[in-house]
């Protein structure tokens, strides 16, 4: 197991990198493929987990701390410390299931808003791990839809784009100080 997988996991008075939220220009820039799994990856991993678990999250995408590289970082059990947390590069959705759940979702770029989101239940997803070793994972349930919601984001999407006829959303962001303009729905 890596030393990316076996770091404490615990909140940092003062994470290593910092965060970046709705409105910032990072947000919406298609992360670029990661070409060589190195050392600096598994550096960056390392800092993305760290800056997670101090912003009590369960996953982080690269694009979040201005890293246009496609790395995010997992963790659907940061209380528990015999549960690794989940390293995917360059990772795609090879297929999904046909039932959908509808779910709330919040996103440590968009503090304090939380919405319904309509996602697959369950996705299949290939990606290279920490060590740069090809993998294959197909899951449900809360890993598959933090999944979706973080490699939305290496394509410069954001959960609030997929809100449906959410009248309330444009409240929900204003009262965070948050503009509704940032917000770019999806098409149906």
């Known amino acids: 197991m890596s030393a990316v997988l076996t770091l404490d996991k615990q909140k940092l008075e003062k994470p290593p990198l910092d965060l970046r ?3 910032d220009h990072a947000l919406r820039q298609p992360a670029k493929r990661v070409s060589k799994v190195d050392k600096e ?4 991993a390392k800092k993305m987990l760290q800056t997670m678990y101090s912003a009590d ?3 982080l995408a ?14 659907c059990e940061p209380d ?5 947390p989940l390293v995917l590069i360059n990772p795609q959705i090879q297929s999904q299931s046909p039932e959908l759940c509808d779910v709330e979702e ?3 770029s968009i503090p304090g808003v939380y919405r319904n989101v309509t996602r697959p239940q369950a996705v299949e997803v290939k990606f290279k791990d920490e060590n740069g070793r090809p993998r294959k994972l197909s899951t449900s349930g809360l890993l598959a839809r933090a999944i979706q919601h973080e490699i939305d984001h290496l394509n410069g999407v954001l959960f ?9 959303l444009t ?3 204003r009262k965070q100080g948050f503009s509704s303009q940032a917000v770019k729905p999806l098409a149906s």
């Not at 990856?41 to 960056?44: G, H, I, K």
């Not at 690269?62 to 995010?72: D, F, M, R, S, T």
């Not at 609030?160 to 309330?168: G, P, S, Y």
């Open 171 to 173: 409240e929900a962001l």
């Open 41 to 44: 990856t598994r550096q960056w």
């Open 21 to 23: 939220y709705l409105g």
């Open 62 to 75: 690269a694009p979040q701390v201005a890293l246009n590289k496609q790395l995010i970082v997992i963790d």
């Open 80 to 84: 528990n410390a015999a549960t690794p």
């Open 160 to 168: 609030v784009d997929r809100v449906e006829n959410d009248l309330t």
């Open 106 to 108: 919040s996103c440590l």
């Open 57 to 59: 999250g369960i996953g």
